[in-house]
């Protein structure tokens, strides 16, 4: 898979295609996980805002997953010096800082009732409020450096040094809230199939989404890369 | 005098004599013990319940400020590119440049974190721990740190790009030297030294990397 779409023009005539296609059943899959969560009956606890986790989980779970997708782009881009890895690198970071940003902003939009705080300093909220701060970075490492190549590849060493921290930075922030004897949990409604069957669609509808905003992100980073090209060459002609 | 010698001796006296050394620094971090206070509030009860975390706090910031010349001047001047083509590897060049980095700045800021900790009104027995804490925390910020100063190396804004860089992976090492002075040692003491010695080893490939990277 990844030989095959490793020919750039082999992956445009690809993501032509899939793009649309996987936008599509994006949203197929949103429409329908809406419609379930605003059908699901209200929690015993947590009344009608229960319906904010399957907006607030998936997201959650892709800004996880799109730093496992930058970091495999950058490994690629950094080992194979492929043009089209540093490129899905660069289209996957804005993407993946909005996906922590949104998991945030839920986060607090749901604690304000449950907790009665927007934000309290818990392991997984502070955790993920981490993850945005290198998710900026990476963003801010690549735009101050003026050569491309070379702000691709200090971002990819970068994205490398992040996703060998992210582990020790989650379970480093987990033993700090036990030392500070963190005050708050999640209440976990398993095992309720009312809930599943909404999350599940959320969460695919959330990777398709994804997937589609990226190819068309790496789509738009080629396109911009030729036209530059075209415009050195114009110059110097 | 091996090559390696040679290096280490440059780089002491740089990061000692040129710039004030670690006065700057030593500087940096008495004034934001001052303005803690100011911000606080004088009254004694509150600052020693902040007091250790404080300037431990500013400790982590006072190592953020010395970074940004940790490579830069030797990439303006082409010393970068002559030690890169020398005898010593370049993982270790990164390696020597950041241990003189924390003999010069870190070990000096590490022996005033207990003063300032003291004057804030931490208790006594804490200060062996503090300046404990401080010197491997020191260790573990100027190797990562380095990482971000060998990243930010030909990039416009370079000292505020390293903070942004460096700040996220400060996380762990900021939270076990703060539970190490909370708990008074064990675990927190523990997984601070463990991150130190992981920092030591691994940030020197990062490090050599982004410099090669620079230089190309």
């Given at each position: 898979?990844?030989?095959?779409?490793?020919?750039?023009?082999?992956?445009?005539?690809?993501?032509?295609?899939?793009?649309?296609?996987?936008?599509?059943?994006?949203?197929?899959?949103?429409?329908?996980?809406?419609?379930?969560?605003?059908?699901?009956?209200?929690?015993?606890?947590?009344?009608?805002?229960?319906?904010?986790?399957?907006i607030h989980v998936p997201a959650a779970w892709l800004a996880l997953?799109?730093?496992?997708?930058?970091?495999?782009?950058?490994?690629?881009?950094?080992?194979?010096?492929?043009?089209?890895?540093?490129?899905?690198?660069?289209?996957?970071?804005?993407?993946?800082?909005t996906f922590t940003a949104l998991a945030l902003i839920t986060g607090a939009?749901w604690?304000?009732?449950?907790?009665?705080?927007?934000?309290?300093?818990?392991?997984r909220l502070?955790?993920m409020l981490?993850l945005l701060?290198?998710?900026?970075?990476?963003?801010?490492?690549?735009?101050?450096?003026?050569?491309?190549?070379?702000?691709?590849?200090?971002?990819?060493?970068?994205?490398?040094?992040?996703?060998?921290?992210?582990?020790?930075?989650?379970?480093?922030?987990?033993?700090?809230?036990?030392?500070?004897?963190?005050?708050?949990?999640?209440?976990?409604?398993?095992?309720?199939?009312?809930?599943?069957?909404?999350?599940?669609?959320?969460?695919?509808?959330?990777?398709?989404?994804?997937?589609?905003?990226?190819?068309?992100?790496?789509?738009?980073?080629?396109?911009?890369?030729?036209?530059?090209?075209?415009?050195?060459?114009?110059?110097?002609? | 005098?091996?090559?390696?010698?040679?290096?280490?001796?440059?780089?002491?006296?740089?990061?000692?004599?040129?710039?004030?050394?670690?006065?700057?620094?030593?500087?940096?971090?008495?004034?934001?013990?001052?303005?803690?206070?100011?911000?606080?509030?004088?009254?004694?009860?509150?600052?020693?319940?902040?007091?250790?975390?404080?300037?431990?706090?500013?400790?982590?910031?006072?190592?953020?400020?010395?970074?940004?010349?940790?490579?830069?001047?030797?990439?303006?001047?082409?010393?970068?590119?002559?030690?890169?083509?020398?005898?010593?590897?370049?993982?270790?060049?990164?390696?020597?440049?950041?241990?003189?980095?924390?003999?010069?700045?870190?070990?000096?800021?590490?022996?005033?974190?207990?003063?300032?900790?003291?004057?804030?009104?931490?208790?006594?027995?804490?200060?062996?721990?503090?300046?404990?804490?401080?010197?491997?925390?020191?260790?573990?910020?100027?190797?990562?740190?380095?990482?971000?100063?060998?990243?930010?190396?030909?990039?416009?804004?370079?000292?505020?790009?390293?903070?942004?860089?460096?700040?996220?992976?400060?996380?762990?090492?900021?939270?076990?030297?703060?539970?190490?002075?909370?708990?008074?040692?064990?675990?927190?003491?523990?997984?601070?030294?463990?991150?130190?010695?992981?920092?030591?080893?691994?940030?020197?490939?990062?490090?050599?990397?982004?410099?090669?990277?620079?230089?190309?």
């Amino acid at each position: 898979m990844f030989a095959f779409l490793a020919n750039p023009q082999r992956f445009m005539a690809f993501s032509k295609v899939a793009a649309p296609l996987i936008g599509a059943t994006a949203f197929l899959l949103l429409a329908s996980g809406l419609w379930l969560t605003f059908s699901a009956p209200d929690d015993y606890q947590q009344g009608a805002t229960v319906r904010m986790m399957f907006i607030h989980v998936p997201a959650a779970w892709l800004a996880l997953f799109s730093y496992v997708c930058l970091a495999v782009a950058s490994f690629l881009s950094l080992v194979f010096r492929h043009a089209l890895a540093d490129a899905a690198a660069k289209a996957c970071a804005p993407l993946g800082a909005t996906f922590t940003a949104l998991a945030l902003i839920t986060g607090a939009l749901w604690g304000q009732p449950m907790w009665g705080t927007w934000w309290v300093w818990d392991a997984r909220l502070t955790s993920m409020l981490v993850l945005l701060l290198l998710w900026l970075a990476y963003i801010a490492l690549r735009s101050a450096i003026d050569d491309e190549t070379k702000a691709g590849r200090a971002a990819a060493i970068l994205a490398l040094v992040g996703a060998i921290n992210l582990p020790i930075i989650h379970y480093s922030v987990v033993w700090w809230n036990t030392l500070h004897e963190g005050s708050s949990s999640f209440m976990k409604n398993t095992g309720s199939s009312h809930y599943l069957a909404p999350l599940a669609l959320m969460a695919l509808g959330y990777t398709a989404a994804f997937g589609s905003l990226w190819l068309v992100r790496i789509r738009a980073e080629l396109y911009r890369r030729r036209a530059s090209l075209l415009a050195l060459r114009a110059a110097e002609a | 005098m091996s090559p390696l010698t040679a290096l280490f001796g440059r780089e002491l006296s740089l990061s000692w004599g040129r710039g004030g050394g670690p006065l700057p620094a030593l500087a940096f971090y008495a004034g934001v013990t001052t303005m803690l206070p100011l911000a606080v509030g004088p009254e004694p009860e509150r600052l020693a319940s902040v007091a250790p975390g404080m300037a431990w706090l500013a400790l982590a910031l006072a190592a953020l400020l010395s970074l940004e010349r940790l490579f830069e001047r030797d990439f303006e001047d082409g010393a970068l590119d002559l030690l890169s083509l020398g005898p010593v590897p370049l993982e270790l060049v990164c390696a020597v440049k950041c241990l003189a980095q924390w003999i010069a700045i870190g070990l000096p800021l590490a022996l005033a974190a207990p003063i300032a900790a003291l004057a804030l009104g931490a208790p006594t027995a804490l200060a062996p721990l503090i300046a404990l804490c401080a010197a491997l925390g020191a260790l573990a910020f100027a190797f990562a740190g380095g990482m971000g100063a060998a990243l930010a190396l030909g990039s416009r804004r370079g000292g505020l790009l390293i903070a942004v860089i460096v700040l996220p992976l400060f996380a762990p090492p900021v939270i076990f030297g703060g539970g190490a002075l909370t708990a008074g040692g064990g675990a927190g003491l523990l997984l601070l030294a463990a991150w130190t010695a992981a920092a030591v080893a691994l940030s020197p490939l990062a490090m050599a990397a982004a410099v090669r990277n620079a230089l190309d």
